[in-house]
């Protein structure tokens, strides 16, 4: 469950994780200090258009998001009551490539990857005091939380689909409640595992 990586040999497979982690802090800090709404409409195109160059699907895409589409929905309609329909639009659009950006890292990167760099680069902070074991450990769980969250939505709905009681919010919710305690001891366990325990 800790590790969504879909295994491939795409170029974007084949990048260092470095390049990808570095690509994907300047791109959402560009993202954050941009405020056209063309240029937000332009970026998350332009992120979808990763998806099938690194093998995945639009619908993959689509998948990573889908859980938060309730939040979307109510984020527009504040923003479009407070400031206009065009802000709400920049403002989920730029949310939206933001989650597409972090999760197409995630699926094209190994875990153990992703840590081993990050843990490497935040060496130089061992002298203060700064565990980069823990730190990206931590950053990594993180940046999977939201592909996490959507294949557990995607398998509860599923399941319940099959029973007929995709309407039912307890039959939804408490299936979801119990993954999402499941998903808390995998990470206790691969902290644990790694012997970050303090």
Wanted: hydrophobic letters at 55%; proline letters at 5%.
């Amino acid at each position: 469950m800790l590790d969504l990586y879909s295994p491939g040999s795409s170029l974007l497979h084949r990048l260092p994780p470095a390049a990808k982690m570095l690509a994907m802090l300047l791109g959402a800090t560009l993202l954050f200090l941009n405020e056209s709404l063309p240029i937000t409409v332009a970026a998350t195109l332009g992120i979808l258009a990763l998806y099938p160059i690194a093998q995945l699907t639009l619908k993959q895409a689509f998948a990573q998001i889908r859980p938060l589409l309730i939040i979307f929905v109510l984020f527009f309609a504040v923003q479009w009551y407070f400031s206009g329909i065009e802000l709400a639009t920049y403002v989920v659009l730029r949310l939206a490539a933001l989650i597409l950006l972090a999760s197409l890292v995630t699926l094209t990167t190994k875990s153990s990857d992703m840590i081993d760099t990050m843990t490497r680069g935040l060496g130089y902070l061992q002298p203060i005091g700064v565990n980069p074991a823990k730190v990206s450990l931590a950053i990594s769980l993180a940046l999977r939380f939201i592909p996490v969250l959507a294949q557990i939505t995607r398998e509860v709905r599923e399941a319940q689909k099959t029973r007929g009681l995709e309407r039912s919010v307890i039959a939804v919710a408490m299936p979801m409640a119990i993954r999402a305690i499941k998903m808390a001891d995998e990470i206790s366990d691969a902290i644990d595992s790694r012997g970050y325990r303090s």
